[in-house]
């Protein structure tokens, strides 16, 4: 059962790169414009929003152990390893739309989350 369950995981993982893979070189080359992502829904559905999610929730529990010693040290810098480590998570997995994300290094997409 846990050599069929190996194999399975395997084959989602390599379709999973594989679709990721050619649906960003076909944005881009159809847009030519590098700024958005767009990925198969069903793959992010399936596969990329759990995944958000799991970052979202390890990014929380960073952040609350971490939060004690940069009220500490920085209190005014509170809300900086908050907004990278949960509320730019939280935001690609619960507002985004299906199949489609922003560049998360744009500065307009970062300033948006207060």
Do not use: Q
């Amino acid at each position: 059962m846990v050599r069929n369950l190996r194999g399975f995981i395997a084959a989602l993982v390599i379709a999973a790169s594989v679709l990721a893979h050619g649906a960003a070189a076909r944005a881009d080359s159809v847009t030519g414009h590098v700024g958005d992502s767009s990925v198969p829904v069903v793959l992010d559905a399936l596969i990329m929003r759990p995944l958000g999610f799991v970052v979202m929730c390890g990014g929380f529990v960073a952040y609350v152990i971490g939060a004690p010693i940069m009220a500490i040290t920085r209190p005014t810098d509170m809300g900086k390893p908050f907004k990278s480590l949960v509320a730019l998570p939280a935001r690609y997995v619960f507002v985004d739309p299906l199949g489609h994300h922003p560049d998360r290094r744009d500065a307009e997409y970062a300033g948006t989350i207060k």
